[in-house]
């Protein structure tokens, strides 16, 4: 194998290795395959395109070109041999669709044709960028840069999903191709010759103190962050901004913007186990865990406005507003793993008692419920028990309760003075009809859940005033973006509200045992009903379990396949979104209900590259492609036979005597030479005649006229010279001299018609049909000659009876 080719090998390999860290993103590993096939004809491509006398520039261009047709004809579809524009459109709704899933799906994902879209031909372009640089240009060492973006990109997506494994395969497919290059360059200079034991030499070897470095680094780097300590920051970790300071009841260690790392959790989601606890309600997959409300809202940010704690009593106060406490409860045993840290106690809601190790490590927010740590590992592997009560209002009951006490209303419906306009405008809009607070609250859900939002946590952040408006305006962002929003239209409507914040229901492990994970994260309105207190309602589409508060039933429920119903049809904006009754609440946390399901059905469409109408496409456009590189392929290759012995060296070292077919080989190829660059071949003339006018008609420079005499000179003398009078001159150097001068001179057109359609690859074409009427009169003479055979039995027995017959 030549270095070149060995290069190209261990390109395509290093992109693979590196591109296996992106396997955890989707939840098959088929797309993989894929992608392996795209790289692996990427390198084919450049491999041959190399070989053909190009600008290096075009190799890539020429990768880039093949990419892309595979991607239409991959995701596209092909109307034929060549795509057309409808064929360019359906790309470009596929890719759409892979951006919208990017925003909805949690990692791994389902494999939808836009993901896969997306992950294949960002390899393929790394695939590029790598044979680019290490094998085009001979930069292997560069391209380390396209492999790390991969590897940086894939790792940091499949975040709690990656492992030491993918980057070890990373690196060994870029010291690989280091190794080769290496190789490369020392062969270049000879045999390397090293000192052995004693002073010996060996020789013919290539020094191993490179492979030694590079493995030694690459056990460095996987060894190194064993040793390392290791840094975690929880939902509400402190120092992420200011610091509480000394609030009444002892120390605190929270931040006084949790929504800031809500943000953060939320937009870059982990699948490390947070906690997990039992929960001995038949619904226990649909509560949520909340660590607590922020109940002030200043027109920047939603945070918790007490200033009093007190000291975490083991039964708490009576909720606020409810007005019978004396309800069945829910019992929760809950165990906190090490990278929960920092956090505010997470508890179903509202919570009657609480039983810590250590009660003096815990305070009590009165007023919003909220048990807070006085230090940070307070909650690192905590375990602790958790009495809930089990509210059980119906839809109808809710519709009937009284008006919120003055002091509540005024507290939780107070608004910044500089609320932009559309807040209060798009409130009232939505809510137009409906009579009583429970009706507007869930018209403001149906109009969230609607087809107008979208979930995104590509978003900026932030629940300003600026912020509200943004997000009514694009009605993109996430359940931060939803739950603030609401609230703030709550207050408008003058429905006391506030946002909590804490965990959807987590994943279950069997029986009543569940777990809770760092993409569970989340946020929602609570809005107060006089004689129920604070409830849940969930605004963010595709997430969460949506709170449905029944008219049929006194016991509460949660609906997993439809959204809060049951106000009358007058009071909704937006009619509730239906889903699946296959659906579970699950899913739905994961957005994979509703219109996404199509693309999990999609799925079964993944094998795109091995489907039979594909592959005849594929091998159909190849065909085409060879054909139209036939001219400049063959062109080449006879140049190659035509001047490779042209410039060997005799047994002393001088000159070796050319004989005359090599000599009418070099005068031949110059003579192509010229007319592939616009100059026809005269047969009429002499050679000194030709190489004149060549080099008239070339305006060649002094040195390319002079090799072109010596040329024509080293014909004649070939052609009419007694023997014993072979040319030793380096005629292969002349020709490629007076090409050189040719094409310095022809123009850009002209040299690119010279490259791809080279006019004396006619003689190609008139090869081939010789070579067809050869075989044709071959064949009709053997059709003869076997006819002939067949009947002389024949022509011989009626000769015999001819003879035989007597004459009359």
Avoid at 91 to 112: H, K, R, T
Avoid at 414 to 424: C, S, T
Avoid at 460 to 475: K, S, Y
Avoid at 535 to 550: D, I, K, M, Q
Wanted: charged letters at 20%; one cysteine or more; a positive charge.
């Amino acid at each position: 194998m030549t270095t070149r080719a060995k290069l190209t090998a261990y390109s395509a390999l290093a992109t693979a290795l590196a591109a296996l860290c992106m396997m955890p993103l989707l939840t098959t590993r088929s797309w993989l395959t894929h992608a392996f096939l795209v790289v692996a004809v990427i390198a084919a491509v450049g491999a041959g395109l190399r070989r053909a006398p190009l600008y290096r520039w075009t190799v890539p261009l020429g990768q880039l070109l093949v990419l892309f047709l595979l991607m239409l004809l991959g995701f596209a579809g092909a109307g034929g041999v060549l795509p057309g524009p409808a064929t360019m459109r359906a790309l470009g709704q596929v890719f759409s669709a892979g951006l919208d899933d990017i925003q909805q799906y949690a990692i791994p994902a389902p494999p939808s044709a836009g993901l896969r879209l997306i992950l294949v031909s960002a390899i393929g372009l790394i695939a590029v960028a790598v044979d680019t640089v290490a094998v085009t240009y001979r930069r292997s060492a560069l391209a380390g840069l396209p492999l790390l973006a991969l590897y940086s990109v894939g790792n940091g997506l499949a975040g709690e999903h990656s492992s030491w494994v993918w980057f070890a395969a990373a690196a060994a497919g870029y010291l690989l191709l280091l190794f080769a290059e290496g190789q490369d360059r020392v062969s270049r200079w000879g045999r390397v010759f090293y000192g052995g034991a004693r002073g010996a030499t060996e020789s013919g070897k290539v020094n191993p103190g490179g492979r030694q470095v590079g493995v030694l680094a690459l056990a460095v780097a996987l060894l190194l962050p064993v040793v390392l300590p290791n840094w975690s920051s929880g939902l509400l970790d402190s120092g992420s901004g200011g610091s509480n300071g000394k609030r009444a009841g002892g120390s605190l260690s929270t931040s006084l913007d949790p929504l800031v790392s809500l943000e953060a959790a939320i937009t870059k989601p982990t699948d490390g186990e947070l906690l997990t606890y039992t929960l001995d309600s038949p619904l226990a997959d649909q509560i949520y865990l909340r660590t607590g409300s922020l109940d002030q809202f200043d027109g920047t940010n939603w945070k918790l406005g007490s200033t009093a704690v007190t000291d975490l009593p083991a039964t708490l106060p009576t909720p606020e507003g409810l007005r019978n406490a004396q309800v069945p409860r829910i019992e929760g045993d809950f165990k906190v793993d090490e990278r929960l840290a920092g956090s505010w106690l997470p508890m179903p809601y509202p919570a009657a008692t609480v039983q810590v190790p250590n009660r003096g490590d815990w305070k009590l927010d009165p007023l919003t419920r909220t048990v807070l740590p006085t230090n940070d590992k307070a909650i690192r592997g905590l375990q602790y028990h958790v009495s809930a009560l089990d509210l059980r209002p119906t839809a109808t009951e809710l519709r009937l309760a009284a008006s919120a006490p003055s002091d509540i209303r005024e507290h939780y419906t107070a608004l910044p003075a500089d609320l932009p306009p559309v807040v209060a405008e798009k409130a009232r809009a939505v809510t137009a009809g409906a009579q009583n607070d429970y009706d507007r609250a869930t018209a403001l859900v149906n109009w969230f859940t609607g087809p107008d939002f979208r979930y995104d946590t590509s978003v900026n952040g932030g629940t300003g005033n600026n912020a509200i408006a943004v997000f009514l305006q694009d009605r993109r962002g996430f359940c931060v973006h939803f739950a603030s929003t609401m609230a703030a239209m709550a207050r408008v409507l003058k429905i006391p509200a506030r946002v909590a914040v804490g965990f959807t229901p987590g994943d279950s492990k069997g029986g009543d045992r569940y777990s809770v994970t760092g993409r569970m994260y989340h946020a929602w309105p609570e809005l107060y009903f006089a004689g129920y207190g604070w409830l849940r309602f969930e605004p963010t589409p595709s997430r969460g379990v949506p709170a449905r508060y029944t008219d049929t039933s006194s016991t509460p429920t949660t609906a997993p396949t439809q959204q809060a119903t049951a106000a009358p049809q007058t009071a909704s904006a937006a009619p509730a979104p239906t889903s699946s009754s296959d659906c579970t609440p699950k899913q739905r946390q994961l957005g994979e209900c509703g219109t996404k399901d199509k693309a999990v059905s999609t799925a079964a469409g993944e094998s795109w590259l091995l489907s039979g109408q594909v592959l005849g496409t594929l091998a159909a456009v190849l065909a085409l492609i060879a054909l139209l590189l036939v001219p400049m392929v063959w062109r080449t290759a006879l140049r190659r036979r035509r001047l490779g012995g042209g410039g060997r060296r005799g047994p002393g070292g001088g000159p070796a005597e050319l004989t005359d077919a090599q000599v009418l080989a070099a005068w031949d190829e110059l003579i192509d030479s010229a007319w592939d660059l616009g100059i026809p071949p005269d047969e009429s003339r002499t050679p000194r005649s030709a190489a004149r006018r060549i080099t008239e008609h070339a305006k060649l420079d002094a040195d390319s006229a002079a090799a072109t005499g010596r040329l024509a000179l080293a014909t004649e003398r070939a052609l009419y010279a007694p023997p014993g009078q072979a040319a030793t001159e380096p005629l292969a150097a002349d020709v490629r001299t007076v090409r050189r001068g040719m094409l310095a001179t022809a123009g850009r057109a002209g040299r690119t018609r010279a490259l791809l359609l080279p006019p004396s690859s006619a003689q190609l074409w008139w090869r081939i049909s010789d070579a067809v009427r050869a075989a044709r009169t071959a064949v009709g003479t053997a059709v003869e000659r076997m006819v002939e055979t067949l009947s002389a039995p024949a022509r011989r027995l009626r000769a015999r009876r001819k003879r035989s017959t007597p004459e009359s």
